[in-house]
């Protein structure tokens, strides 16, 4: 790196991990600058897709990393620094509405601004593999629960029903990971926003409700529908979405949710098994919790919500 580069003198010091093979080093100079090095397996891991959508997030105007160097074959980036204070350790009562509001903004802008017609589809494939880790992963590897024919048939029915609710809705850029742990709060034109590389053409709620129901920090839920209300707005405004999709707009938000957090808790097992991280564990029983949470006004949830009640969530 140092000979392609050109950099001398430095040290290097982790940066940060994610949910993948990738691996993240603080390039630091003598003069106090700073870069981040990227380490991506090859053979884990592509790093085509990070620049490509890092591009159109610029492109757009949100605050994504500059890709300074690049080494695809090796699987090496180096890429600008956007700090170490996530969104995750700036969120409390006084900057909530300032970080949310820029996020929610940025957020309009990927929307708004990138066409993600040649992006890979977020298909009914796809929604209903993410949906499997939550039963595959989770309920069968780690909790070691018997499901009866009931419980199976169940399953498969709230899975169909949230994979619909998806494919129904207006389908944009859809960023797939948009929430506390990725989104930099102390940078200019915040957020800076990270890990993207899995960009989609998808439903329009899901950045959304990653954000404002994130599987790591909870707000209450009549805040939450505000923020949510407020993104619809936004989105109207942007031609996003129509007016009239305001009487389906909260349905899906919800829907959305649910999908997501049934994906998330199952990644979370999966990491925990396979992966030898564990520090995701302890994210569970909040992540449920929401689907729990909305059932109470999404009776086609009440079901699933039930199941996850007695049989999950005193299990975990």
Not at 89 to 108: C, K, P, T, W
Not at 201 to 211: C, E, H, I
């Amino acid at each position: 790196m140092n000979a392609s580069c050109g950099l001398r003198d430095f040290s290097l010091e982790p940066a940060s991990e994610d949910a993948s093979f990738r691996s993240y080093l603080r390039l630091s100079l003598p003069d106090g600058s700073s870069f981040i090095v990227m380490d991506a397996p090859p053979d884990k891991e592509d790093c085509a897709p990070f620049v490509n959508v890092a591009g159109r997030l610029r492109g757009a105007g949100v605050h994504a990393p500059a890709v300074y160097q690049q080494d695809l074959q090796q699987g090496f980036l180096l890429l600008e620094d956007l700090g170490s204070c996530s969104y995750l350790e700036a969120l409390n009562e006084d900057s909530v509405e300032r970080l949310y509001g820029d996020a929610l903004a940025a957020l309009m802008s990927m929307q708004a601004c990138i066409d993600p017609s040649d992006l890979p589809e977020y298909d009914e494939t796809l929604l209903l593999q993410e949906m499997s880790l939550f039963r595959d992963w989770l309920l069968l590897k780690h909790l070691g629960l018997a499901l009866d024919q009931e419980e199976q048939q169940m399953l498969e029915t709230a899975f169909a029903a949230l994979a619909a609710s998806a494919l129904e809705q207006p389908q944009v850029f859809v960023h797939r990971d948009y929430h506390s742990r990725n989104l930099m709060a102390q940078v200019e034109h915040a957020p800076g926003v990270l890990d993207f590389q899995d960009a989609v053409r998808g439903p329009v709620t899901y950045d959304a409700v990653s954000l404002l129901r994130d599987c790591y920090v909870s707000w209450p839920s009549l805040q939450v529908d505000e923020w949510a209300w407020g993104f619809f707005q936004l989105a109207v405004q942007s031609g996003v979405m129509r007016d009239e999709h305001e009487d389906s707009f909260l349905h899906w938000f919800d829907l959305m949710g649910a999908q997501r957090h049934l994906k998330a808790a199952g990644i979370f097992a999966r990491l925990h098994h396979r992966d030898g991280k564990s520090g995701y564990l302890g994210d569970i029983p909040r992540t449920l919790g929401y689907i729990v949470e909305v059932a109470q006004r999404r009776e086609q949830l009440a079901p699933l919500a039930d199941f996850i009640s007695r049989r999950v969530l005193p299990a975990l």
